[in-house]
Nanobody, 117 residues
Framework: QVQLVESGGGMVQPGGSLRLSCVAS????????MGWYRQAPGKQRELVAA???????NYGDSVKGRFTISRDNAKNTVFLQMNNLKPEDTAVYYC???????????WGQGTQVTVSS
């Protein structure tokens, strides 16, 4: 089992920045993927950014060049730095982890990001 706890959401004006954090605990020694998804009202959950199979990073097309995923392995924490935020970035952001052998998905409770003037 893996437990994920997010923090750092909030409200920001267009063009502003936020940094999300996700702390992982439990069986984290063999994760295939860890990163962020988001879900806006009425839309499907979509990939934002993730580390896959080690150091490979993947980004959703709509956030490339604006968002950066990073991590602190010593603290079992993944960060999402979001710059130049747009109203269409408004969503609940979820931390996600995928176990390597079982391919089980684990999700955090979600954190709301609202971009509005």
């Amino acid at each position: 089992q893996v437990q994920l706890v997010e923090s750092g959401g909030g409200m920001v004006q267009p063009g502003g920045s936020l940094r999300l954090s996700c702390v992982a605990s439990g069986s984290i020694f063999n994760l295939y993927r860890m990163g962020w998804y988001r879900q806006a009202p009425g839309k499907q959950r979509e990939l934002v950014a993730a580390f896959t199979n080690g150091d490979t990073t993947n980004y959703g097309d709509s956030v490339k060049g604006r968002f950066t995923i990073s991590r602190d392995n010593a603290k079992n924490t993944v960060f999402l730095q979001m710059n130049n935020l747009k109203p269409e970035d408004t969503a609940v952001y979820y931390c996600n982890a995928v176990a390597r052998i079982t391919w089980d998905h684990y999700w955090g409770q979600g954190t709301q990001v609202t971009v509005s003037s």
